[in-house]
């Protein structure tokens, strides 16, 4: 290699080097001013909005609210943690043991299932797209490394809450209080917060405000797993 070539791979190295740079410091930047700021919206709404306009749906009202901690009934992120992620407040972003068993499952010829953590579905609905690829799969592990070493274990929780589309175009319990329950998120009460915890899964698909017999049972057994788990007592200071 002549030293023409030399440099130049040197200074695309280099060029290399300082863009890695720049991601890191601007995406950090982001999960660490979202520790203290709201978040005005997700990458998940910008996605549902332009779908609502390639689609046609002139009808279509995105709802969001977003609603503070200590206005949010304690039992809706326990709800949360109980039906989804009951290792939250002992993981760091990532349930090993679940991804070992999906792993498995799959080479057994099973349908991969997934293992995402609350952290890691926070990490998707902020910054980036559905869909299953490897590249957004490692965006999603980058994203959920950054908010796990940036934010309290309650923050991550409060902006789950409040970011989670609980209906078709309703993210978070603030606006699915009003819309389904005619109420605020502070007075909803432990079998409202199952039912709200039990259509995340699908939440154009299942109803929180007319529940299908899967969806009852499942916010029964949410219900169930609540009070074993300790109720409020379990979730994070």
């Known amino acids: ?10 200074r695309l190295l280099r060029t290399l080097g300082f863009a890695v740079l720049a991601w890191v ?3 950090w930047a982001l999960v660490l001013l979202l520790r ?3 978040p005005w919206t997700s990458a ?11 689609h046609g749906e002139h009808d279509f009202h995105l709802r969001y609210r977003w609603t503070p901690w200590g206005k949010i009934a304690p039992t809706v992120p326990l709800a949360m943690v109980a039906s989804e992620d009951q290792k939250f407040p002992f993981h760091h972003g990532f349930d090993v043991e679940a991804i070992r068993d999906a792993i498995g499952e799959a080479g057994d010829g099973e349908r991969l299932r997934g293992a995402s953590t609350i952290s890691q579905q926070v990490a998707k609905n902020l910054f980036l797209w559905r869909g299953r690829s490897f590249v957004r799969k490692g965006l999603e592990a980058y994203f959920t490394v950054l908010i796990e070493a940036t934010w309290p274990k309650r923050r991550i929780l409060e902006v789950y809450v409040n970011i989670a589309e609980l209906g078709d175009g ?8 009003e819309a389904f329950y005619r109420t605020t998120p502070a007075r909803l009460s432990a079998w409202q917060a199952a039912l709200l915890a039990s259509v995340l899964p699908n939440p154009k698909r299942l109803h929180a405000e007319r529940p299908s017999p899967y969806v009852l049972r499942h916010a029964a057994w949410t219900q169930r797993q609540m009070a074993q788990l300790g109720w409020t007592s379990y979730l994070p200071r």
């Open 36 to 38: 203290y700021v709201p």
């Open 25 to 27: 410091a601007l995406t």
């Open 170 to 177: 309703i993210y978070g319990v603030g606006a699915a209080s």
């Open 1 to 10: 290699m002549g030293t023409s070539s030399r440099g130049l791979a040197r």
């Open 44 to 54: 998940f709404m910008v996605e549902r909005r332009i779908a609502a306009l390639l």
